[in-house]
């Protein structure tokens, strides 16, 4: 993956299994998001979860999906889990997707 669209693109391609796993709304944050991305960099995602629907094993899978379709390891963020000292900066710089 090159760019951010890019991988938002292929997010949205898969959009159909991504709401299997229960997400309403996905979005792409840190350095792919700045386009300051390398070959090392991992793709920092927030996913924002049907009422009820996150869980262990549902957040899981989800993350192996898309490390599967992205081939780049990922690091999944949920807006409850976010650290409230950095939320304000995370959520100024994420481009979100509604699936």
């Given amino acids: 993956m090159e760019s951010a669209n890019e991988i938002m693109n292929t997010i949205l391609e898969n959009k159909d299994r991504i ?3 229960g997400v309403r709304k996905i979005g792409i944050f840190g350095s792919y998001a700045r386009g300051e991305q ?3 960099s991992d ?3 927030v996913a924002e ?3 009820g629907a996150k869980n262990f094993d ?3 899978e989800l993350c192996f999906f898309l490390e599967e379709i992205l081939h780049k390891k ?3 963020l949920t807006p409850e889990g976010i650290d409230p000292l950095m939320k304000p900066g995370i ?3 994420t481009m979100y997707e509604r699936l």
């Fill in 58 to 60: 549902s957040y899981m």
């Fill in 19 to 21: 709401k299997q796993y």
């Fill in 91 to 93: 959520e100024k710089e």
């Fill in 43 to 45: 793709v920092d995602l």
């Fill in 74 to 76: 990922v690091d999944v």
């Fill in 38 to 40: 390398n070959a090392d």
């Fill in 49 to 51: 979860f049907e009422d």
